[in-house]
Structure formats: structure tokens, C-alpha cells
């Protein structure tokens, strides 16, 4: 990892820190990740990938939406919901893409990955307290490769 890929790991670790101790010392609960999915990751193209997100809320979940960040307009949107529970995609997602949130994690999963589906991927989550997540994932789909060898004969 690069030194400035660390520096912004180690300030995360650090926030959360933070944000957990002032949880515990005020006895009120603190909208934060933790944990999310590695960035960039990759994925073999055919194969399923699922991109989980863990948290805690101050209150329940309000809203969540996932949005595919490289678009713009009314493609953007992949699927949302109002409260925990199974993310309604919108209709060029629907089949290839599953969500689903509760009020301590989220995942959104690619069903058999696809060229097309390289992408930035985004979760925002608003709970019905304070606060509000909002984290990018860059996903990478691998083409699988067919590697064919010649045929040699031994005598």
C-alpha cells in the first residue's frame, strides 16, 4: 500500500476510534461503518460477488439506496428502500443484482458478473436518528481467460 494509502486507513482507524469511545462515554449511539468492502476489488467474470457493509445506526434504517456511480441521470439508481429489508431494483438491474439491508449491515450482490458491470458502486444509508453513510466500492471484472496449449506428442 502506498503512504498516503495508509495515512487515510490509519485516520479512519482513528475516527472509529473516536466515535466508539464517545458511544460508550455518552451512552447515545453514533451513525458509522465498521466495516467495508476492500477498494478496488475484483471479480472473475461468471462468478458472484457480494459487497457487504456493516454499521451502526442512531435509530433504524430510514432509507437506503445503491446507486452505480459511474452513471448520471435515472440510470444511476440500482434499487432503495424505505426501512430494513429487501432492496426493490430498479428494472435494468433486476435479476443480475439482490440487496438487502437491516439496521447493522447492507449487501448488494452481482449475480454472474459481466464485463459491463465494472463500475463504482455506492450505498447511502440514512438512519431515522442523527446522521447518514454514504461509501464508494470500485468493482473490476476480471475476463476469464481461456488458455489453450499446443498439443505435443511424445514418442
Known sequence: ASPTGHFWQMLAKFQYSVKSSLNLF??????IFTSTPLSPIYVLEGQNLTLRWTYTLDGTVGFAQFFNASCSGPNAAIGRRFGPGVITMQPKY???FTGHVTNTRAELTIISAQRSDQSTYKIS???TGSGSLVHQVDVFVQCKCCLVLPCVTFA
Open 94 to 96: 433486476q435479476g443480475r
Open 26 to 31: 455518552l451512552g447515545t449511539p453514533v451513525t
Open 125 to 127: 444509508v440514512f438512519p
